[in-house]
């Protein structure tokens, strides 16, 4: 009896889970869906769909899918029915019914994230409302005052780079981007705050599009407390500042406050923390991902950096000042840059996914999308598509020529599509545009490991990308420029005080007039460039000096000036190897002159060792410095007009040379000695 009921029930069961799959297998549609596989009760396909992808193409799940059933395909994703659209046609569609057939929905993870209210989540008057908000904040006008800014945090993190002997590029990246955005919405100042805001954002896009499990260790709860601690920073600044408000309303917490003052306002404080939040994690998490892959694309893409730097050092050349800030007609005329930065972020593909919800029941071509279910579409399937792009996989900015804006097209979906089309766009391309200009024009760099790249399916770099980056010259104009030699005090003026260098007296002949000596200056300088002048010709003092090497004018004792001239030679050569892919070791100071340029300008000679043929070879480097303060280092070269050859490549060529060398002359002795035996034969015959 109790067997047959085990039967029963276990049949009973078997016929429910085949009734439950068969279900889920095939969902109700009150028409065709498109083909496709619902996957496993609960899970669906969704492993199959974080499984890690470590190219820039497309990822397997969906290459599998769109050969198997075509561009569109029904899956089912973290428990949610969605239709997988790879169609340009139908994702143009999708963004331009918003609204009416389709509404932005994201997956739980997303509102958990995000807010409830957050501006993603919001539909009709109130959606408005804040795109109107944000847009004030980063419309034109609110950029073209942010440019000198935005420089100015550029040059500033490209500095202290460049002091460090390594960092990593995207985590660096990510914090210059969000120290601005951070200062542009809440006037944050991460120098003067004792928290840190940015740490609360890291774990966000591997948490985003993941399994919701909310359990220590997983992506998700990460994300989750990052967000309840970010919002209570927020929420916390919030309150400070409306009990004191400031005299000059300035950033978006101004804004807001004012916005909440008003009678009968829809905004609320929860809606205005919801957008603050998302918005410093939008402009951040991907302009900053965008930055760091660009930077990757260009050390590995020698011709387009090539490009980049002539555009923007043309910008410099046409500038009346070496020294202004760029200018927004100037950040308009970048035409090569908006190039590279439309590539960029098509092989970036930063938002893998974007989605949205019917409404009703839609009908597309053949097939029905039902009411509620989601729709997912993959701007990568579309940028990667070689139907829309010539080989989608190479990093080619000239395929954008004449096409340089960054407006949506069917076929270009970096930033979305119709009216949810990102709002922030502008201000990546700003953020992007002004530091490559200072990044080309000023400093070179290398890549010395990491750098690999996966997609689950957010884009992430595991172990980063360490690199060392290095000033490698100023502006054209300073590196033209020559200070012209001048006299400072002729023997016997006011405040005339012979330099201890100096060894002529008045009376030691020939004796040359002030101005006679003055025009053997020039003539020296100019002939040198400042590098080599004997100043044991002179009496009269000029703004042109000889370094001493045991003194300690430039550095504080222990250090000697020596010591600073060997540090600033070693800097140059560093930058000379980098540039110039050579390995140049330093070996001495040769000799230096310097001349005040608003810090001083040192014009250093030293020896170099070639590992070419292991001789020794000058150098020349000019480097404008003041301690603590500044190093720039205008130009590295070998010494003009010496008649050695400076290879500076590894010496196994020198070994191969001399083989091959001593080969030829074994032939060349060979043919000789036939040649005599031959000339001896004939004698004989
Ligand atoms: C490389 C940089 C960026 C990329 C690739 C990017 C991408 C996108 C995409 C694909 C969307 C459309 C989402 C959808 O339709 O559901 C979007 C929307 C949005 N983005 Fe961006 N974005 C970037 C930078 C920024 C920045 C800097 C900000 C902040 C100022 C920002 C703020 C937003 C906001 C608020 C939305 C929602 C707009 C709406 O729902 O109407 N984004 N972004």
């Known amino acids: ?269 929860e809606i205005a923390l919801d957008l603050m939040f998302v918005l410093l994690f939008a402009s951040f998490e991907t302009t900053s991902l965008a930055l760091t892959l660009a930077i990757k694309f260009l050390s590995g893409n020698p011709s387009v950096l090539k490009r980049l730097t002539e555009e923007h050092e043309a910008i410099l050349r046409n500038r009346e000042e070496a020294d202004t800030g760029i200018t927004w007609k100037e950040y308009k005329s970048m035409t090569y840059t908006f190039q590279f930065i439309n590539e960029t972020v098509r092989l970036a593909n930063i938002v893998p996914a974007i989605f949205r919800k019917a409404l009703r029941d839609i009908q597309y071509k053949d097939y029905t999308i039902p009411a509620g279910w989601a729709v997912m579409v993959c701007p990568p399937a579309v940028h990667m598509n070689p139907d829309k792009y010539q080989d989608p996989l190479v990093f080619n900015p000239s395929r954008w020529e004449g096409s340089e804006s960054t407006n949506a097209s069917k076929n270009f979906l970096a930033f979305g599509g119709g009216m949810r089309f990102c709002v922030g766009t502008d201000f990546t391309k700003v953020q992007m545009a002004v530091f490559l200009h200072s990044l080309v024009t000023k400093y070179r760099w290398e890549e010395i490991s990491g750098g690999n790249i996966i997609r689950t399916p957010g884009l992430q770099f595991p172990n980063g990308i360490n690199s060392l980056i290095q000033r490698h010259s100023l502006s054209k104009s300073w590196r033209e420029w020559l200070e012209p030699a001048f006299l400072l005090w002729r023997p016997g003026g006011d405040r005339y005080e012979r330099p201890p260098y100096m060894t002529r007296t008045e009376k030691d002949k020939p004796q040359y007039t002030p101005e006679q000596e003055y025009a053997i200056m020039d003539e020296q300088v100019n002939e040198s460039d400042g590098f080599d002048i004997n100043f044991s010709l002179f009496r009269c003092v000029f703004n042109y000096h000889p370094a001493t090497l045991d003194t300690h004018h ?132």
């Open 1 to 269: 009896m109790l067997c047959a009921l085990c039967i029963w029930v276990s049949l009973l069961l078997i016929s429910i889970i085949i009734v439950w799959f068969y279900k889920w297998s095939n969902p109700k549609c009150r028409g065709k869906l498109p083909p496709g596989s619902m996957g496993i009760p609960l899970l669906g396909e969704t492993i199959h769909f974080f499984k890690p992808n470590t190219t820039s193409d497309i990822s397997h799940f969906i290459k599998e899918r769109v050969k198997k059933y075509g561009p569109i395909f029904k899956t089912n994703l973290v428990g949610r029915p969605v239709i997988v659209s790879t169609d340009s046609d139908l994702s143009y569609f999708v963004f331009q019914q918003e609204g009416r057939c389709f509404q932005s929905w994201y997956p739980d993870t997303f509102t958990e994230i995000f807010g409830k209210q957050n501006v993603g989540s919001l539909h009709g008057f109130m959606y408005k409302y804040l795109k109107h908000m944000v847009l004030s904040l980063f419309g034109h006008e609110s950029l073209k005052k942010m440019l000198p800014e935005i420089e100015q945090s550029a040059c500033k993190k490209l500095e202290l780079w460049s002091n460090q002997d390594s960092f990593e590029l995207k985590d660096s990246t990510a914090s210059l981007i969000f120290d601005l955005t951070a200062k542009k919405l809440i006037s944050h100042d991460p120098e003067k705050s004792s928290e840190n805001l940015r740490e609360n954002f890291v774990a966000f896009i591997r948490g985003l599009i993941s399994f919701p499990i909310d359990i220590p260790g997983t992506a998700y709860h990460k994300c989750l407390k990052g967000r309840e601690k970010a919002m209570k920073m927020l929420r916390n600044m919030l309150e400070e500042r409306r009990e004191k408000p400031r005299e000059n309303p300035s950033d978006f917490f101004d804004y807001v406050i004012e916005e909440l003052k008003k009678e009968g306002t829809i905004l609320t404080e």
């Open 554 to 685: 430039f550095v504080d004792e222990p250090e000697t000036d020596g010591d600073l001239l060997i540090r600033l030679s070693q800097g140059s050569l560093d930058g000379y190897n980098l540039e110039n892919s050579t390995q140049f070791e330093f070996v001495k100071v040769v000799r230096a002159n310097y001349h005040w340029s608003s810090a001083i300008m040192f014009l250093i000679t030293f020896q170099v060792k070639d590992p070419y043929d292991g001789l020794i070879k000058p150098f020349q480097a000019r480097v404008r410095h003041a301690e603590g303060v500044l190093l720039e280092y205008v130009f590295c070269r070998p010494e003009p007009g010496q008649k050695v050859e400076c290879v500076g490549t590894v010496k196994t060529d020198v070994q191969k040379d001399l083989e091959k060398d001593a080969k030829r002359k074994r032939l060349e002795k060979d043919v000789e000695k036939d040649a005599e035996k031959d000339a001896k034969k004939q004698s004989l015959e």
